[in-house]
């Protein structure tokens, strides 16, 4: 089965760090700037442990035939990315010591690549996301809730 997901153009993306006053980044926000060019961008530095990217291909180009080779990697945590597909969230960001950072909405086409801390999302408008996280994932061992 395809998938194809319309969410308008995502490159470039006008990236926001959010970070703790002890300089920890706890997020990551992209902004769409409604902008086209071909290829993939990676929108995250190679070390963070989920990777994020944006690609726009054309009609007739292809990506060429791969596979990921295993690889040992430790984890430390579990992060997460919510893709806004449609609608209007607002997000709090808190820091490792469960104190809030600040608060941002995202809307359509936006992403946030959630690093450290804890969170929680406001359903401004009636919304539309994708979430995304390593795996194996048990809600029982790897959410807390405060």
């Given amino acids: 089965m395809i998938i194809t ?3 308008g153009s995502l490159i470039p993306m006008k990236s926001l760090e959010i970070r703790d006053a002890k300089g920890v980044m706890l997020a990551v926000i992209f902004r769409n700037q409604n902008e086209t060019t071909d290829g993939i961008e990676f929108l995250t530095v190679p070390d963070l442990e989920l990777q994020v990217a944006t ?3 054309r009609k ?10 295993s690889q040992n ?3 430390k945590q579990t992060s997460e990315v919510i893709v806004i597909l449609d609608g ?3 997000v709090d960001i808190y820091s490792d010591d469960l104190t809030l950072n ?3 909405r995202l809307g359509k086409g ?3 690549y959630l690093i450290s801390g804890g969170h929680g999302f406001r359903i401004i408008e009636n919304a539309q996301l994708i979430e995304v996280k390593q ?8 959410k807390t809730y405060f």
């Fill in 5 to 7: 997901l319309k969410i």
């Fill in 135 to 142: 795996g194996p994932y048990y809600e029982k061992f790897d």
């Fill in 110 to 112: 936006e992403i946030i």
């Fill in 102 to 104: 600040s608060t941002h």
């Fill in 60 to 69: 007739g180009s292809e990506i060429s035939r791969h596979f990921h080779p």
């Fill in 55 to 57: 690609m726009i291909r």
């Fill in 88 to 90: 209007l969230v607002e």
């Fill in 73 to 75: 990697r430790l984890l």
